[in-house]
């Protein structure tokens, strides 16, 4: 299932049918994955209580199973629930374990949604410092597997994260960065990275003014990928040195 695409309540109701074939025909493995796909879904419609209730009926199974992958993946999954509730303790509790876990196993590919997401808990705390290594060690497993999604969402962190330490310039481009990656894979912001988002273009355009901020904004735009992620690793590699931008 696609869960950023289409009708929600479409996906939803193929992840629902999904769910009571495994459920009916007893394959576990599977019936753990539908819980997870389901959740999720459930997650990004705001149904949050639901979608907690299938995580934790998924982790059960992923144990009894002995499927650490499985279990990781969806005690990351009831991570960003806990984002969602901005219940930041719990999340970085969670996130904490799953990077563990992948960590232990040596996944790398689903590894950088717990190093990001940690990287806003870290923001949202303001340890600004943690932030930048987490995401520089994020962009660096992107670049690895090659999740242009991943990219995308460490560099509207940094942006928040340079608006933040007086970069305004830097964080508008980023945002341009941002979101010419985005574009280019036709990715959606999930609910707790639009609002980051949106403040920080607020805090961008209060210090830069809306004609400097789209100005700026372009320049990130026309970028490459390659000087995009060279320069965004230098920007989260030391908060206190003075960077060259591009």
């Not at 999720?40 to 998924?58: F, H, I, M, P, T």
């Amino acid at each position: 299932v696609d869960q950023h695409a289409g009708d929600a309540g479409q996906l939803a109701r193929v992840a629902e049918k999904s769910l009571e074939l495994y459920r009916t025909n007893g394959d576990l493995d599977g019936l753990r994955s539908a819980l997870g796909t389901l959740a999720v879904v459930l997650s990004n419609k705001g149904e949050l209580d639901r979608a907690e209730s299938l995580q934790q009926e998924a982790i059960e199974i992923a144990r009894k199973l002995g499927d650490v992958h499985g279990e990781a993946i969806n005690i990351a999954n009831l991570g960003n629930v806990a984002l969602l509730r901005d219940d930041y303790e719990r999340a970085e509790s969670l996130f904490r374990r799953s990077r563990g876990m992948f960590q232990e196993l040596g996944e790398r590919e689903p590894l950088w949604n717990s190093l990001f997401a940690l990287a806003l808990v870290a923001l949202h705390k303001r340890r600004h410092d943690e932030a930048a290594n987490l995401l520089a060690e994020c962009l660096n497993v992107c670049q690895e597997v090659g999740s242009k999604a991943g990219i995308s969402n460490c560099l509207e962190a940094l942006a928040a994260l340079s608006v933040r330490t007086n970069r305004a310039v830097d964080a508008a481009r980023l945002l341009g960065c941002a979101q010419q990656v985005a574009e280019g894979i036709g990715l959606q912001l999930e609910a707790f990275e639009q609002t980051l988002h949106d403040e920080t273009v607020r805090s961008v355009i209060d210090a830069l003014g809306e004609e400097e901020f789209a100005r700026e904004r372009e320049h990130g735009r026309h970028m490459t990928m390659d000087d995009t992620i060279a320069w965004a690793l230098d920007l989260s590699g030391g908060l206190e040195t003075a960077l060259q931008v591009p």
